[in-house]
């Protein structure tokens, strides 16, 4: 029997943590549709995003078993780069797959380890989780700069396999690094697979008000204040249900003070974070998906609402495209904010019939692109295809 190939894991989060998003969410479906055929080992927090405790249940400084995958919950002191680097080195591997960029622990350091010689030779498979968007690079912009200017010439981002999650992003490393990436493979996340949501059986009442829902972190490339500027626009009753960690303190500030300006017509509340278990009942429990991102390599929340039943309206920024030609929702510019207003209001004036009609339509095309076999081929030739030129 040949051995399986083994892939190291290096990223911020992972289960049992959820706050982080889609990385997470992008590796444990990873995991769950490659580990029959490769060996997952991920080092990872021993706690989730803003938590100051470890997670409960868990070994840290130590691996467990988790799902398909050996996981290493590693304790801040284990981080410190010469130990963190020692980890990596002696836990045995055929690819070391970093799932960051810009990241300092799980990013910066095993390059800076990787060009002193700290680490054993493996190739190295880099996906930058949308990093390199223009929207994305705005932030902390003269940081990054630097980094890229300072870290180019020294060497740390050479021979590196860079992976895309389309076609899009691809442009986007190649724009920002140039002849550094030389080697940029298209390998999309793989979706979750079939939801255990059944087709929607809540239709909206007639003349009844419409029930929207922001689910993400609460920061900046999200683009909560955007949305609830949109909802000052609107004429018709809308409850509006936000949830979501609160990744940064001043931008929820920002977005409460929006939400006490608007009119009688818009109620907002505030439903902190939803287990992962239970996001796809709380998508299908409202009308429409709301969500003009910045930004995104893939929207794992976006399949998951399509997966619902629950028609999207979401920015032009994420590969989620054609959506009113498919009749499932809109991706829409965000130099408009009236034409995301209209949307709303067509919503509320759908007739029961038609609404119901919608959803379920938008439930058949959430189910079909979760069955996308292509995404788990061109993740398995990613890993093999580094594996065999390393």
Not at 89 to 111: E, G, I, K, R
Not at 118 to 127: E, F, K, Q, S, Y
Not at 237 to 265: K, S, T
Not at 360 to 386: C, H, K, T
Request: proline share 6%; hydrophobic share 45%.
């Amino acid at each position: 029997m040949v051995a399986k190939a083994t892939v190291l894991t290096l990223v911020g989060a992972y289960l049992p943590g959820y706050k982080w998003g889609g990385p997470v969410r992008t590796l444990a479906n990873l995991v769950d549709r490659l580990g029959e055929e490769f060996r997952f080992r991920i080092i990872t927090s021993d706690r989730d995003m803003l938590d100051r405790g470890p997670y409960a249940g868990v070994m840290v400084d130590a691996w467990n078993r988790v799902g398909n995958a050996d996981v290493y919950y590693a304790s801040p002191s284990a981080l410190a780069i010469r130990r963190f680097s020692k980890l990596i080195s002696d836990t045995p591997h055929d690819v070391l797959y970093l799932n960051s960029f810009f990241h300092a622990v799980f990013a910066t350091q095993p390059l800076i380890a990787r060009r002193l010689g700290l680490l054993r030779r493996a190739p190295v498979v880099l996906a930058p989780r949308g990093e390199f968007s223009a929207e994305a690079l705005k932030l902390k912009r003269w940081k990054k700069a630097l980094y890229v200017k300072v870290g180019t010439p020294f060497g740390l981002f050479r021979d590196l396999v860079w992976q895309a999650s389309s076609d899009l992003e691809a442009e986007h490393i190649r724009r920002r690094l140039g002849s550094v990436a030389k080697r940029v493979v298209v390998a999309p996340n793989v979706p979750r697979g079939i939801l255990g949501v059944s087709v929607p059986a809540q239709a909206r009442r007639p003349g009844g008000v419409l029930r929207l829902v922001f689910l993400s972190r609460i920061a900046p490339m999200k683009n909560l204040h955007f949305a609830l500027q949109v909802l000052g626009k609107v004429r018709v009753p809308v409850e509006f249900n936000i949830y979501g960690p609160v990744e940064d303190a001043g931008y929820w500030h920002r977005c409460q003070r929006l939400m006490d300006e608007l009119p009688g017509n818009v109620n907002v509340t505030y439903g902190a974070e939803v287990r992962p278990a239970d996001v796809g009942d709380v998508l299908q429990a409202h009308d429409l998906f709301f969500l003009p991102t910045l930004g995104e390599n893939y929207g794992h929340v976006i399949a998951e609402a399509l997966a619902a039943g629950t028609p999207v309206l979401i920015s032009d920024a994420t590969a989620w495209r054609g959506l009113e030609e498919a009749g499932v929702g809109w991706d829409l510019p965000l130099d408009d904010q009236d034409h995301f207003a209209r949307c709303i209001e067509h919503c509320a004036r759908l007739e029961e019939g038609k609404f119901a009609a919608w959803r379920e339509r938008v439930w058949a095309y959430g189910a079909d692109r979760m069955r996308d076999p292509w995404a788990i081929e061109a993740n398995r030739s990613l890993f093999e295809q580094a594996i065999a030129r390393a």
